[in-house]
């Protein structure tokens, strides 16, 4: 109900005119004050990760508090009674003591910790979400470059602070570190002694990861957070396919009050959510793991969620190894170190501009593709996803053997060949999937939806009556591109077509083929409501519906 | 007198004086040692007896595997069925029969841990309401400690080996937690987890749960003597009773212990709180994204 | 025939019915129409909705109720910390620190929760903004703005004199080289260089010790009591146990301690003598059986220590690397390629020692390694 002519109140328009007269700020704000917002579900879980980064900067700025980054060896002597007398360096002693001596420490810890977990997971989430309606396409690429920045960030940043308590966990963690650090060829043990300022364990590593963990990788996260956002805000978001969302325009809630109120009602969904998982569902008891011991291990001891699909490409590798000339190469530690994630990274990265080479497409896209209308890109994602998935159950190998009865070594076999077949499969089936939900979609336009209408032709023979389908339904489904049809690789004088020159272009027009061929042609019906059915008896006769 | 001459004379008072000697020494013996002492004080009568029982019992339920005189069974093609148990002394009976894991059911990667079968099962209810009912189980419950004394005695007379350790070894309160601790740490988890929540082995082998209150102290005991299945022997003079004693201080006080955080998750680290992560954390926050961006509900609008 | 029908169209037969299967990351077409159908396309700017009074009356209320809720929450946070968390002496322990997090969490997550599920019916039923279109701009500026930057831009650099002076260039680019690299020098004193350092361990210096005063090798003793093994101590058949070398505790300097620890740490197995195949050449490193292996594994240095007495496997938990203690620790399965090393051990005074340190490298390969 305001009224956009009305006077605003002394005090709005006195600090307005404050900031005004010195940043010239108004039309800025002017500008962006409506700024709109288009609604949808999923497009929100890209903030989940910004609102865990902010409560992970201020539950981590209290830890700081009273962490200590020291290895020096310290017999405990406190509140937690079983460990006392136990030998254990000073970073350990002191997160003993957040957790049982500090009033709120062991809610901060855990919220942190679940924070991390989440920002994470939020992070994938939204690249799935990202990558399957083709929100990464132009003009998008950099903020999606940027994304994978982040969620590399996120693991190094997540790794190391699961090394800093030194409790046995996060101790064989930094083990198996180390351990990849030494295979790398040439110069592996360089990088192990001065990643450590010498041997294993060494009393170095803590307070090198913790200038990281709280100084270094945040602070070029926060600045990757500020330039996705500042990239968002100038690109507008994208929008899904529907009536009013177009290339040229977006429609949806102003910024200021809607979107603002929605979207400080989620940060405060998040910060409830981790705060419940903190008061209610424990994490990273350390004080149960021990102080790090390079001695002592656990069963089933695996990183956080996020670093299990390392765990799992090191657990499944077969053991190859080469030793010549006086040195040795472990491919059974740089291949799956390197290789998995090179794969889905550089694959991701790389991703917007081949799939721009292949089609051919340099245009500006705004609305979202649905993912059965790129059925190439979908089952990538899908296998891409499989194989990551895999890879990650094949890091709880040992949980599963456990909980499940299952022989260890079995398992393994079966993440061996799971990993081939799977990723296999999930491409094909994602793509007959896609393919055929394209030809119900062609089917819907040029038929129309079952109305529920039973007719019964004058020769007695039953019928349903079809309808065309609702305009917003139709958009939706209309919002398909058919694939254009090919150029000629050769045009009438026999001259190749210039981007289909050379074994690249012909590379090129293969896979470009590979995207199009089995395509299924979607066209707006112009008959509008004929249908045969209904039109083959003269005076229908209504039965039920 | 002469009578007594007479009688001093016959062929069996050499043994009537043999025995009255034993008697009175082990009632002596009896009162200066209270606890030590029954079997010898009830006399070897009553021993012969129990060893009797012993092998009947060990006949009936134990001889089609491992052999009438426990000597270990082999197949046709010499591969063994069943061990020999000559020499796993009192504590591997103890443990092997008292955890229901033998008598075997059924040969597999690995004999599970099972209620024992009734002669041997010291765990059953007592506390009923009815008088007779009560008293009949109690009276079966004692029968099966006694035949599982029976049958552990036996089994140790054919070669020795451990014993089943006395309670005052086996008290969780006793023990050194702090030095249990790191010995778990670097003997035991690597198998039964930091907290014994057990964790997988080779074949289909695992390393059981040590964390549900069934697992007696005596039973970890047992099983660091004598190593049942494919469980390493830790003698005593390799972890030492002290040694022992704190490693069960640890364990029965790391599962007693509650979580200070909330539900534990099963306490096997960070597989089950990713699962977490994901089914909770993001599962509320997705919910909470739909329920912002549903549309908004008609009937507030004035038409 | 009303317009339900369209909404019920193919209840009876749902997969073949007129609304498509949502697909992850599209939109319910339903929840369009039904936003669409009562709205005008496009608001006007700045006109709300009318809301009916009553309802949002109604409405008020049970946002003003979340809000009161919150606001119990937060006060009940703040009273349970100042007046119950820090009675006799404050949190002491697991039992106190249960209480106070089950107490200062719940009410977060009840205060967070509350505010959360106010200002979204807030925003749900009260808010009157009406969605509006606006245009998607043009990200690119039009070719004459390009041309005439492109135009400056060149400019700039001719006028600076960089493109048409190479000694500057050059000379410039050679200046910033060196300056680029001094930071990669200053790390240097990040560690010591590797040296020889990855190939002995503990074990070689007490052994040597141990042989300057005339004796044949370092006892093993138990890590964790620091109890020197006896032959008769371990003769267990079965058995196994993680030792170290004597002295490690009393000679290394306690920062030294866990380095040393990581590279001596040794797992003592007792096998049956008529199952243990000693390796050529290292026929005299067992004691009846008794043989020590490197308890780091040579796939990434967890420690491999899941020794089964029935298979005489040695698993390691970290990546399942799998040992066979009966024949020189080679690898049976798993991602590790070299066997375990052996330890030689002797009997000294009826006391187990080993005679040398470790003949190769123990732990993960690395390029220098051979």
Same mark, same amino acid.
């Given at each position: ?6 006077? /605003? ?12 007269e010195?940043?010239?700020s ?7 004050v409506?700024k ?5 579900w999923?497009?929100m ?11 992970l ?7 700081t ?19 006392n ?5 000073e ?15 062991l809610?901060?810890?855990?919220i ?6 989440l920002?994470?997971?939020?992070i ?15 003009p998008?690429e950099?903020?999606?470059l940027i ?5 590399t960030?996120?693991m190094?940043e ?6 800093l ?5 996060s101790?064989?963690?930094?083990r198996?570190?180390q351990?990849?650090?030494?295979s790398?060829?040439?110069?592996g043990?360089y ?5 450590f300022g010498?041997e ?7 307070p ?17 957070v500020t ?6 805000w100038?690109?507008k ?8 969302q177009?290339e040229?325009?977006?429609y949806?809630y102003?910024?200021y009050?809607?979107?603002m109120?929605k979207?400080?009602a989620y940060?405060?969904f998040?910060?409830?959510v ?8 424990q ?6 793991f021990?102080p ?26 077969p053991n190859w190894?080469?030793?010549a ?30 799939e ?10 705004h ?16 296998a891409?996803?499989t ?18 009865h299952?022989s ?5 076999w ?9 990723t ?17 979609d ?7 939806v ?34 254009r049809?090919?150029?000629p ?8 077509? /210039? ?9 090129r027009s293969r896979?470009?083929?590979?995207w199009?061929f089995?395509?299924?042609?979607i066209? /707006?019906h112009?008959?509008?409501?004929g249908?045969d ?10 039965l039920?519906? | 007198?002469k009578?007594f001459?007479?009688?001093r ?44 029982n012993g ?12 052999g009438l ?15 020999s148990?000559?020499g796993v ?14 008598p ?19 765990e059953?209810k007592?506390d ?6 009560r ?13 599982l004394e ?6 140790a007379?054919?070669g020795?080996g451990?014993e089943?350790p006395?309670a005052s ?6 023990g ?19 907290t014994?929540?057990?964790g997988?082995?080779t074949?289909g ?7 549900h209150?069934d697992?007696?102290p ?14 390493p022997v830790f ?8 040694d ?9 006080q ?13 306490r ?29 509900p ?6 | ?5 369209k909404?019920t169209?193919?209840?009876?037969e ?15 077409p339903?929840r ?5 159908a009562?709205?005008?396309?496009p608001?006007?700017?700045?006109a ?27 006060v009940?946070?703040i009273?349970y910390?100042?007046g119950?968390?820090?009675r ?21 997550a009840l205060s967070?929760?509350a ?18 279109v606006?245009e ?7 070719a004459?703005?390009?041309a005439?930057f492109?135009?400056?831009f ?25 300056l680029?690299?001094a930071?990669?020098?200053?790390l ?10 990855l190939?002995?361990t ?7 010790k ?9 006892r093993l ?6 109890k ?16 170290l070398?004597?002295g490690?505790?009393?000679d ?12 001596a740490?040794?797992?003592?197995i007792?096998?049956?003598e008529?199952?243990?195949?000693p390796?050529k ?5 067992h004691?009846?059986?008794?043989v020590a292996y ?7 240095g ?5 020794y089964?007495?029935?298979t005489?496997?040695?698993l390691?938990?970290c990546?399942?690397s799998?040992?066979?203690?009966t ?19 002797a009997?000294e005074d009826?006391y187990l020692?080993a ?16």
């Amino acid at each position: 109900m305001s009224d956009a002519t009305a006077q /605003p109140p002394k005090a709005v328009e006195g600090a307005l005119g404050f900031i005004d007269e010195r940043l010239g700020s108004t039309t800025f704000f002017k500008r962006n004050v409506k700024k709109v917002f288009p609604d949808h579900w999923s497009f929100m879980l890209g903030e989940i990760a910004l609102y865990s980064f902010i409560i992970l900067l201020l539950t981590g700025t209290f830890l700081t508090l009273w962490f200590k980054p020291s290895m020096v060896e310290v017999v405990y002597d406190g509140s937690y009674t079983k460990l006392n007398g136990v030998q254990m360096s000073e970073a350990y002693a002191s997160t003993l003591h957040i957790t049982f001596d500090v009033r709120g420490g062991l809610l901060m810890r855990q919220i942190h910790h679940w924070a991390a977990i989440l920002f994470m997971a939020s992070i994938l989430a939204h690249m799935l979400r990202v990558f399957f309606t083709g929100a990464y396409r132009k003009p998008r690429e950099l903020n999606w470059l940027i994304g994978i920045g982040m969620f590399t960030l996120g693991m190094l940043e997540g790794l190391f602070g699961y090394s800093l308590p030194d409790d046995l966990l996060s101790g064989t963690g930094l083990r198996i570190t180390q351990g990849v650090a030494e295979s790398i060829p040439l110069v592996g043990t360089y990088i192990y002694m001065f990643l450590f300022g010498g041997e294993f364990p060494g009393t170095e590593i803590i307070p090198r990861l913790y200038m990281l963990h709280i100084l270094l990788i945040p602070g070029l996260i926060l600045g990757m957070v500020t330039a996705h956002m500042m990239i968002m805000w100038h690109q507008k978001h994208t929008a899904m396919p529907t009536q009013k969302q177009t290339e040229e325009q977006v429609y949806g809630y102003p910024f200021y009050p809607v979107f603002m109120a929605k979207t400080g009602a989620y940060f405060l969904f998040t910060f409830g959510v981790l705060a419940l998982m903190g008061a209610f569902v424990q994490i990273n008891p350390i004080w149960l793991f021990g102080p790090y011991d390079p001695g002592a291990i656990s069963a089933g001891s695996q990183p956080d969620w996020y670093m299990g699909v390392l765990e799992g490409a090191l657990r499944i590798m077969p053991n190859w190894e080469v030793t010549a000339w006086g040195h040795t190469v472990s491919f059974n530690v740089l291949i799956p170190a390197l290789v998995p994630l090179g794969i889905l990274f550089g694959g991701a990265a790389a991703w917007p501009f081949v799939e721009a080479w292949v089609t051919g497409d340099r245009r500006l896209h705004h609305v979202n593709t649905r993912p059965r209308n790129a059925p190439v890109r979908t089952a990538t994602g899908m296998a891409a996803v499989t194989f990551y998935g895999l890879l990650w159950l094949a890091g709880a190998n040992d949980v599963i053997a456990d909980k499940f009865h299952l022989s260890l070594f079995a398992t393994t076999w079966f993440f061996r060949v799971a990993i081939f077949v799977g990723t296999f499969l999930a491409f094909v089936i994602t793509k007959r999937i896609c393919l055929g939900l394209q030809r119900k979609d062609a089917d819907t336009i040029s038929h129309g939806v079952e109305s529920g209408v039973i007719l019964m032709s004058p020769d007695g023979r039953y019928s349903e009556r079809h309808e065309p389908a609702r305009a917003e339904e139709s958009t939706v489904i209309l919002s398909k591109e058919n694939a254009r049809p090919e150029a000629p690789s050769r045009d009438a004088n026999g001259i190749p077509a /210039p981007d289909t020159k050379g074994p690249l272009g012909h590379l090129r027009s293969r896979l470009a083929r590979a995207w199009t061929f089995d395509d299924i042609p979607i066209e /707006p019906h112009d008959g509008g409501h004929g249908h045969d059915e209904v039109e083959a008896g003269k005076e229908p006769k209504q039965l039920s519906h | 007198m002469k009578r007594f001459t007479a009688w001093r004379r016959r062929p069996w008072a050499g043994y009537a004086v043999v025995l009255a000697a034993l008697a009175a020494i082990g009632v002596i013996y009896a009162g200066f040692s209270p606890q030590t002492d029954r079997a010898e004080a009830e006399g070897t009568a009553q021993a012969a007896q129990d060893l009797a029982n012993g092998k009947q019992l060990f006949n009936k339920n134990c001889a089609s595997c491992h052999g009438l005189n426990a000597e270990g069974t082999k197949d046709a093609k010499g591969k063994p069925i069943a061990p020999s148990l000559i020499g796993v002394g009192a504590a591997s009976v103890d443990f092997q029969v008292g955890t229901g894991r033998m008598p075997a059911m059924n040969p597999g990667a690995q004999m599970p841990r099972k209620e024992p079968i009734p002669p041997f099962n010291t765990e059953i209810k007592t506390d009923y309401e009815e008088k007779e009912k009560r008293e009949a189980a109690e009276k079966q419950k004692a029968q099966a400690e006694k035949n599982l004394e029976d049958l552990s005695a036996y089994i140790a007379s054919l070669g020795g080996g451990p014993e089943i350790p006395p309670a005052s070894a086996t008290d969780p309160s006793k023990g050194n937690v702090a030095l249990g601790g790191k010995l778990f740490r670097t003997n035991c988890a690597q198998c039964h987890n930091f907290t014994g929540q057990g964790g997988a082995l080779t074949g289909g082998k695992y390393a059981p749960p040590l964390s549900h209150s069934d697992v007696t102290p005596t039973q970890i005991y047992e099983a660091m003597l004598t190593g049942p299945q494919a469980m390493p022997v830790f003698n005593d003079t390799t972890l030492t009773p002290q040694d022992k004693q704190a490693i069960i201080a640890y364990l029965v006080q790391t599962r007693e212990e509650p979580n200070p955080g909330g539900n534990g998750l099963g306490r096997i680290g960070p597989v089950s709180e990713g699962l977490a992560g994901w089914l909770i954390g993001l599962g509320l926050l997705v919910l909470a994204a739909m329920w912002i961006t549903a549309k908004k509900p008609k009937k507030l609008k004035k038409s | 025939m009303s317009d339900d029908n369209k909404e019920t169209a193919g209840s009876a037969e749902p997969r073949e019915g007129g609304t498509p299967g949502r697909v992850i990351g599209t939109p319910s077409p339903a929840r369009d129409k039904a936003l669409l159908a009562e709205e005008e396309y496009p608001a006007p700017a700045g006109a709300g909705e009318q809301l009916d009074e009553a309802s949002a009356k109604r409405a008020e209320r049970i946002v003003a109720a979340f809000f009161l809720l919150a606001f119990a929450g937060s006060v009940a946070f703040i009273a349970y910390y100042i007046g119950w968390s820090g009675r006799d002496g404050g949190m002491h322990g697991v039992t106190r620190a249960r209480e106070s997090n089950f107490w200062l969490g719940g009410m977060m997550a009840l205060s967070f929760l509350a505010l959360a599920a106010g200002v979204t019916i807030w925003v749900r039923r009260l808010m009157t903004s009406k969605p509006i279109v606006q245009e998607r701009h043009e990200l690119a500026a039009d070719a004459e703005t390009r041309a005439a930057f492109a135009a400056d831009f060149v400019q700039g650099a001719e006028d600076s004199g960089i493109t048409k002076r190479p000694l500057l260039r050059r000379t410039l680019l050679l200046a910033a080289a060196p300056l680029g690299l001094a930071p990669l020098v200053l790390l240097r004193d990040l560690g010591p260089l590797p040296e020889k350092r990855l190939r002995h361990t503990f074990w070689g210096e007490a052994v040597k010790k141990a042989q300057a005063e005339g004796k044949k090798g370092v006892r093993l003793v138990v890590d964790g009591t620091n109890k020197p093994l006896r032959v008769a101590d371990f003769s267990s058949p079965g058995g196994m146990i993680t030792v170290l070398p004597e002295g490690l505790e009393e000679d290394v300097p306690e920062e030294q301690a866990l380095t040393q620890t990581a590279k001596a740490v040794t797992i003592l197995i007792n096998i049956p003598e008529d199952e243990f195949k000693p390796a050529k050449g290292r026929e005299n490193w067992h004691v009846n059986g008794i043989v020590a292996y490197s308890k780091i594994c040579t796939h990434v240095g967890c420690p491999a220590a899941l020794y089964e007495q029935t298979t005489h496997h040695i698993l390691c938990p970290c990546h399942q690397s799998t040992f066979d203690a009966t024949d020189a620790a080679k690898v049976v399965f798993g991602p590790a390629a070299r066997p375990l090393p052996q330890l030689p051990l002797a009997v000294e005074d009826g006391y187990l020692v080993a005679t040398s340190d470790y003949h190769e490298p123990i732990g993960p390969s690395f390029w220098e390694r051979g």
